[in-house]
């Protein structure tokens, strides 16, 4: 596609034939469907620990992430378990 070519001149200045072009263009897309329900299959959502929820003195953020109208800001005092799992969370919600 890139190259402006039609299939057919593409195939015949590679000295491809192109039914062979055709069943690796089939094989492609298929590979490509497959890995496309993978992902759909893996929960968008990650389980974040209970204890987050409860009262807590609100320190100043070290860290501020934003894309779209989410906004995260993390602590110092986060531990590196809690944001892996933000972080999880975020390449699943993108």
Known sequence: ??????VR????DRDIKESRYYYWLRILRQDAVKEKEHRQQVSPFVELP??????QVFEPAAAVIRKGNITIEVT????AGF???VME???NAW
Do not use: Y
């Open 1 to 6: 596609m890139e190259s402006g070519m039609t």
């Open 9 to 12: 001149e593409w195939c015949h």
């Open 50 to 55: 209970a204890d987050i929820c409860r009262e």
């Open 76 to 79: 110092e005092s986060a531990s």
């Open 83 to 85: 944001i892996a799992k």
């Open 89 to 91: 969370a975020l390449a």
